[in-house]
């Protein structure tokens, strides 16, 4: 398995599969490389993402997640 380094990159598929890029860690930032552009990401959200994404009430709730990007989420 890769390591997640610049020298090193994880390779990533598209959820169709019929793309690829990379990403890996450079001091406390994410980078992805998708062709030529470069997306980067304070590695601090995902830790966060990590400790709080299920205690949230939401997660806890998963009917009250919306079934599509467009669909409005109603809370009790």
Same mark, same amino acid.
């Given at each position: *398995? /890769? /390591?997640? =380094?610049? #020298?090193? &990159?994880?390779? +990533?598929? =598209? ?6 890029? @990379? *990403?890996?860690?450079?001091? #406390?930032? +994410? ?5 030529? $552009? @470069? +997306?980067?990401?304070?590695?601090? /959200?995902?830790? #966060? +993402?990590?400790?709080? /994404?299920? =205690? ?9 997640? &919306?079934?599509? &990007?467009?669909? &409005?989420?109603? $809370?009790?």
């Amino acid at each position: *398995m /890769a /390591a997640g =380094t610049k #020298d090193d &990159p994880w390779v +990533l598929k =598209t959820p169709p599969g019929t793309s690829s890029y @990379t *990403m890996y860690r450079d001091d #406390d930032v +994410l980078v992805c490389q998708v062709g030529s $552009t @470069t +997306l980067k990401y304070q590695y601090r /959200a995902v830790e #966060d +993402l990590h400790q709080s /994404a299920c =205690t949230s009430r939401r997660c806890s709730r998963p009917w009250a997640w &919306p079934s599509s &990007p467009t669909t &409005p989420v109603t $809370t009790q």
